[in-house]
């Protein structure tokens, strides 16, 4: 019998078993939402914020004063600097992008529709959603390669010398889905840089940058604020984050945050945009997670259910398929990034499809689905039980061999 035929054998095998699993998406487990449960009593001793608001009524559309200060120290940024909004920090990004298309970033500029040809910068492999809502709001992505860990900053620089290259959005810490944490030469030159626009702007998207698998072992960033008020760039920065990982994936609190220029240009457009965000669930955040203390004690309950996980995916990967392909080995984050062999990828992942396992789509991390080497896999270890997880990389190594045999 052939290895191939040993190969086929073993993958009809497991399409007899019958499996749907779904590992699409990095979602927080059931264990970790239940991490959060005493939070949804955190209101029990009142309604009233720090500042003597009551949570239930309206109020302040930027956030309570107590919020501000939670996400202020998550972002290295000061409190008054902060507006808190509601459960997703994608909504917070996206009508950022909204108002600087529609009125221009800052008093006097241009509106960003008045643009010919706008574009953005992309980091690759990265974030689906960033792609896809530029492209809806009329926004071409530029793709540009991680190299080392870090955008390929040499074309960054180039590429920012276009007048219609408006920004850059990325993940930059334990990067969607590459796992990488951004250099700090990298956050330096970003901030830096000479760009034709003058209203360039970088979508700072820290989504994880609380989530460490290894509470002692850990990666750490450059503040991008601190390093653009130095290079005298500060209203550059626009830094997003919120608890979506951290408390509840639907019932979160999301904040963004910049220059004092920026905030009360995004203030001032949000005024008659809503009212307020849900204050109640802000207030209930800010009494679960008092300060970083708290934060590093939850997020460590986060990691002790996540890392034999992200281990186990690890070590099956250096077991069955060193010499084919590569793969990221991050220190925290929620994805691991599985390089394949090129013109593998979109067969791993029918070929896991067919046995009953959803995969991210081939082609997902790129601007339109469009892997120039067909070759980048995420793998969301967090969400299934580890019992199902280890029946998932039973076949993924066979999943690879067979893609490799069939070319």
């Known amino acids: 019998m052939t290895d191939t035929a040993i190969l086929q054998a073993r993958y009809d095998a497991f399409c007899a078993l019958g499996l ?4 699409s998406r990095g979602k927080p487990e059931p264990r970790q939402l239940d991490l959060s449960l005493p939070m949804l009593r955190m209101t029990d001793a009142g309604f009233a914020c720090e500042d003597g608001v009551d949570a239930r009524n309206y109020g302040d559309p930027t956030g309570i004063p107590e919020a501000k200060r939670l996400f202020g120290a998550l972002l290295g940024m000061p409190p008054e600097q902060v507006i808190v909004g509601g459960n997703s920090s994608v909504n917070l990004i996206y009508d950022a992008l909204v108002r600087a298309i529609l009125h221009g970033p800052l008093p006097g500029d241009t509106p960003w529709k008045d643009v010919p040809g706008l574009k953005f910068l992309c980091p690759v492999p990265g974030y689906d959603w960033h792609f896809h809502m530029l492209a809806m709001l009329g926004v071409e992505c530029v793709p540009v390669p991680l190299v080392d860990g870090s955008p390929d900053m040499d074309m960054v620089e180039r590429l920012a ?5 408006k920004g850059i959005i990325c993940v930059p810490m334990y990067g969607n889905p590459s796992g990488i944490t951004f250099s700090d ?3 330096r030159r970003l901030a830096r840089m000479e760009t034709a626009a003058q209203d360039f702007r970088i979508f700072w998207d820290n989504a994880y940058c609380v989530h460490h698998l290894y509470p002692d072992r850990r990666d750490s960033i450059l503040n991008i604020y601190e390093s653009c008020r130095e290079a005298g760039t500060e209203d550059r920065p626009l830094l997003f984050t919120s608890t979506s990982k951290i408390t509840f994936a639907g019932g979160g609190v999301s904040a963004m945050a910049a220059s004092p220029r920026n905030i009360e240009r995004q203030a001032g457009l949000l005024l008659y945009q809503m009212v307020c965000f849900d204050k109640v669930n802000q207030l209930r955040h800010a009494r679960f997670l008092p300060d970083m203390v708290a934060v590093e004690r939850h997020m460590a309950r986060h990691a002790e259910i996540l890392r034999p996980k992200f281990e186990l995916v690890l070590d099956v990967l250096e077991k069955e398929l060193t010499g084919c392909g590569s793969w990221s080995k991050p220190l925290g984050g929620y994805f691991i990034c599985y390089r394949a062999p090129r013109g593998c990828a979109k067969r791993v992942v029918e070929l896991c499809a067919n046995a009953g396992i959803t995969l991210t789509p081939a082609g997902a991390p790129f ?12 793998i969301a270890p967090t969400y299934p039980p580890l019992e199902e997880l280890a029946k998932v990389m039973e076949l993924f190594p066979v999943a690879v061999k067979l893609a490799m045999a069939g070319k």
């Not at 749907?20 to 590992?23: K, N, R, S």
């Not at 010398?161 to 290259?165: G, T």
């Open 367 to 378: 601007p339109g689905g469009n892997d120039p080497e067909d070759s980048v896999i995420r």
């Open 161 to 165: 010398r276009d007048p219609s290259v």
């Open 20 to 23: 749907h699993l779904d590992m």
């Open 185 to 187: 030469e990298a956050v």
